[in-house]
């Protein structure tokens, strides 16, 4: 991994070049794609749109926009978080970039495949990627584009926790973005170092950038990012203990969500609303919306997935009715026959007594042998997963160990970036074995620790199945010391006595 002091000489360089900041990948970008930014087409218009506009380029021998045809297939993917397909067109465009040898073309690959790594909670390795755009980007004399890296870079050190290094890093970027970059890039900026000094405990010298942020957001009338800077503004002011103040800017944020249909900020926003409220004792509306939290959370969540997963258990509770059903009928045809041979009421009563008795051991004994099924099914999902993200795991020590040789597009590079670690959909399962196993478990944890996050929540249920450190950290995608840390953090949110460890609490729990 490219140490960021390591670009920084590069960066100098480049800052007293008299031809610094002439070439701008974005802006081209931008003003080539057939369809609006914030277009309502749904998925598949789109993406015959940007299929359209890059068989024209192949056509007409355009590379560049070919390249920019294969970043507008990934985005469209993106967006509806199809991370694959959003992979697979990155890797195309990464192909068309280094047959041109065009630094800068690779390094605005580079920036959007950083973006793939952050929707799938790999950290870790965005912030090797974000790293690798901003020397490439660097070389290229592209100042934007390095300064956005390097702003990704600031944010994925802040995610770590690595606090000294973000903010060392944010103070080249910031004013990059000022000189070179637009009103948007500069507010999602001025947000980004909000939530860094944040993280760092830092509250009070964050609101300044959030109301800056706010500021731009609202002069360039966008709503959804003016939302989230709101909302990130009244969570600095609840962490500064102003509740009364922090209460104010939540019920702006509501109304806005609200109005123009926003519910993943409208979700933020209930939790945010709902922790307020316990901090001040009001227990009574804290959960009101942290249930109103987990009911929209819920919802968006997996929806697709959870749709399908109802439809197949109709169909089998179906299924199963008309082989019941037609089960019964055979019995009953038999019963009736052998009453009609024997013609005597008490051998009549005598055979319903035992047909009665039969279908009670039958159901005793389904009923046992569904508590195993469900026990054993949760085990082996466990158990897939491990696998899977061990084999994702392997795949990547194989990738690092083969770096001198060019992989893209290849069998096996396309392997291990059409894997996830723990992915929506695979959670999504998880949680529906998790619930037949253990009925009731993650709503009675929800409302015993309102507050939970969900990665302490993921935390918890692994240990709940006796998952070690090791597992949690396969199954997670995460390091070792992210679990540990996560522990640490979940030990205090359930306010555990010392001699009392969080394995033994899961189990009893």
Partial sequence: ????????????????????????????????????????????????????????????????????????????????????????????????????????????????????????????????????????????????????????????????????????????????LKKFGGDRQLATALGNFGIINSLQNRTAESIPYFEQAIEIDRKLANRQDEAKALNNLADAYRGLKQYNRALGIFQQCIKKNTENQYPENLMRNYLGIGMT?????????????????????????????????????????????ELALEKSKSELHIAKRSVERRTGLVFFVLTLSAFGLWRWRLQTLASKKDAISNQENLSTLTSILLEKNQQLTNLEQQLHSFTNQPLAGSDFDSDLYNQQILTDVDWSSFKAYFEKAHPNYIQRLRKTFPAITDAEERLFLLLKLNLTTKESATMLGISADSVKKTRNRLRKRLELEEDVTLEDFTRQF
Wanted: charge should be negative.
């Fill in 1 to 176: 991994m490219k140490n960021i002091l390591n670009i920084l000489p590069l960066f100098l360089l480049h800052w007293t070049s008299p031809t610094f900041g002439q070439i701008n990948f974005r802006s081209g970008w931008e003003k080539a794609n057939p369809i609006e930014e914030q277009s309502t087409l749904s998925l598949p218009e789109k993406v015959k749109i940007h299929l359209q506009f890059y068989e024209k380029a192949v056509t007409e021998k355009n590379n560049l926009f070919q390249l920019y045809g294969q970043i507008y297939l990934s985005s469209d993917y993106l967006k509806a978080q199809d991370y694959a397909e959003a992979t697979r067109y990155l890797l195309n465009a990464e192909g068309i970039a280094q047959a041109a040898n065009n630094r800068g073309w690779q390094g605005w690959v580079m920036y959007k495949k950083g973006g793939v790594s952050i929707k799938m909670k790999q950290f870790e390795e965005a912030l090797k990627i974000y790293e690798t755009a901003a020397s490439l980007c660097g070389e290229a004399h592209d100042s934007l584009c390095l300064a956005e890296s390097l702003e990704q870079v600031s944010i994925m050190y802040g995610m770590l926790d690595n606090f000294e290094k973000a903010r060392s890093v944010n103070a080249i970027a910031l004013p990059l």
């Fill in 277 to 321: 409220y316990e901090a001040i004792g009001q227990y009574e509306n804290a959960m009101n919306y942290f249930d109103k939290y987990y009911v929209l959370k819920d919802s968006l969540i997996g929806m697709e997935t959870q749709q399908k997963i109802a439809e197949l258990e109709i169909k089998y509770e179906s299924q199963q009715k």
